[in-house]
């Protein structure tokens, strides 16, 4: 059984075409800019538990629009690898019908549940917080070491990569930090692209009605300008592509 947050049966932002995105319930870190702490706790009462046949049924119904656009299954959260089991299960059951499996993670997490879902899964959408290892800390609640094993892991393994990276003023978009993530990717041949990120607040209500504390009111989402140059410093090292949304 997986504990599932909720289900978005028709998204264009979480991986190749249409997709089917599940929400998994649990999440390690406490990212200061999280649209969703909701997904944080691993007992919220407003998850759901569901067996592996009955997503399943869900899954099949976007079969056309997978077929049509390229899409598939994306796992997301929360931190879908701290289920990395029901994942495995979810997406060998996926491949057995052709659905092409995606994952969107931290890789806050041991390598061993990352090696667990590596066989089933076609693409890895991992998230980079931070180079700097107490400015993750202070950033997500954790250092960035399982980050950085995990995606030399799926590097040596070959794993086809997505890297995302969320751009906040004042946290996440000193050039310097930019370029040591930059510097990062360009050795990993299988990362095949960077989506910068822009910070914004939509999640910020959320935080206020669990009696959480927001620490980002301030901050203003970085402008276009200020965008499109980090996107070019990151093409300009790495020589990958590079997309901002
Ligand atoms: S990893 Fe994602 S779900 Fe977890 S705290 Fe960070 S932004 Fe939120």
């Known amino acids: 059984m997986g504990l599932v947050h909720s289900i978005d049966t028709f998204s264009t932002l979480d991986g190749p075409g249409i997709r089917t995105v599940i929400f998994l319930q649990g999440c390690p870190l406490r990212c200061r800019y999280c649209q969703n702490p909701d ?27 997978f077929q049509a656009s390229g899409g598939g299954v994306t796992v997301s959260g929360g931190e879908p690898l701290l289920q990395a089991e029901f994942v495995a299960e979810l997406f060998t059951a996926c491949q057995a019908e052709h ?14 549940k990352v090696e667990r879902v590596l066989p089933v899964t076609d693409l890895f959408l991992a998230d980079i917080k931070h180079m700097e290892p107490q400015k993750s800390r202070k950033l997500t609640g954790l ?21 995302r ?4 003023p004042g946290l996440t978009d000193d050039p310097q930090d930019v370029t040591a993530m930059a510097e990062l990717v360009k ?18 209500h959320k935080w206020d009605l669990l009696g959480l504390n927001y620490t980002l009111h301030q901050t203003q989402p970085p402008t276009s300008q200020q965008m499109n140059d980090l996107a070019h410093l990151v093409r300009s090292i790495t020589g990958k592509p590079v997309f901002w949304q």
């Not at 944080?40 to 538990?49: H, I, L, P, Q």
């Not at 659905?99 to 061993?112: K, P």
């Open 165 to 168: 990276y969320v751009v906040v």
């Open 99 to 112: 659905i092409s499996t995606a994952i969107d993670t931290s890789l806050y997490v041991a390598t061993s």
């Open 143 to 163: 250092a960035n070491q399982l980050n950085i094993a995990n995606l030399c892991f799926l590097s040596q393994h070959n794993a086809r990569l997505w890297i």
């Open 187 to 204: 050795t990993l041949d299988n990362a095949e692209r960077i989506e910068l990120l822009p910070y914004h607040a939509l999640g910020a």
């Open 39 to 65: 997904t944080w706790s691993k007992t919220s009462g407003s998850a759901r538990e569901y067996p592996v046949a009955e997503l399943m049924k869900i899954i099949r119904r976007g079969i056309p629009y």
